[in-house]
Nanobody, 125 residues
């Protein structure tokens, strides 16, 4: 299971850090990702971390502003979000896949096995 937290209301240009805790003894074996879904829109990829830890991916819309990281000792993946914009407003979901994920699958929601409940991020203008 995944438990996401850290969402909230922030002004344009502000920052938030999302956390996602996984209840598994083999967290380091999981590829982890963040997706988001804005009202009336489809779920979209934000960022991902392959299980090996050697590859990190970002959507073009968040490159240079968001940073994904993981702490295997705490079974936690983080998403540091800086320079937030109103268009970043969405429910953010963490997702996990047991094992490695190939590059062509990273941005596909269906490639992930487990999903958290989501945490709402609202950026006011």
């Amino acid at each position: 299971q995944l438990q996401a937290s850290g969402g909230g209301l922030v002004q344009t240009g502000g920052s938030l850090r999302l956390s996602c805790v996984a209840s598994t003894r083999t967290f380091s074996m999981y590829s982890m990702a963040w997706f988001r879904q804005a009202p009336g829109k489809e779920r979209e990829f934000v960022s991902a971390f392959r299980s090996s830890g050697s590859f990190i991916y970002y959507a073009d819309s968040v490159k240079g502003r968001f940073t994904i990281s993981r702490d295997n000792a705490k079974n936690t993946v983080y998403l540091q979000m800086n320079s937030l914009k109103p268009e970043d407003t969405a429910v953010y979901f963490c997702a996990a896949r047991n094992g490695r994920i190939i590059t062509s699958e990273v941005q596909r929601a269906g490639a992930y096995d487990v999903w958290g409940q989501g945490t709402l991020v609202t950026v006011s203008s």
